[in-house]
């Protein structure tokens, strides 16, 4: 079943989750150098709607990857599972320079594990999170008030 986030322009419905920058380190590899990629960012998230924003200023100019967002569901189906219980629920990639909307399926439960794994060539990396605390509405809700007005449309262009 699918759910609207019905006001997403109000900006007293976003709440900041993290604004942050972080950096890969160099270390010693052989008598030489190697940069080790940027740590995996783990976070607790209490909505499925949010705005991810990544950007890196030794990013190339051509470069449009920025990170991978993933939500993680803390279950298990049984105590004597041989797994870890965290489950992945859905993945989406997010640009550089841009805000991305993540829309996760609304499961239970609430909290998820939020993990944001940026791209491994990337020296630097900014992030910033928003979380989305408004009104969520079932879609089949605006089914009715779609359907009336279309045929407010209608009547108007066959006047």
Known sequence: MSYIPTELNDSLHWDLMIRREYESRVEPYYRRFKTVAISPIMLEAGSSVLLLGCRSLSAKPTWFFGCWAEMRLKISPSSTSEFFPE????RQACRLERLTLLQFPLLNPLPYLLVVTPAPWLRDFYLEIWRYSGPIAEGQEF???MLASLRRIEQKIDQ
């Open 87 to 90: 489950a992945v629920s859905s």
């Open 143 to 145: 089914v009715p008030e």
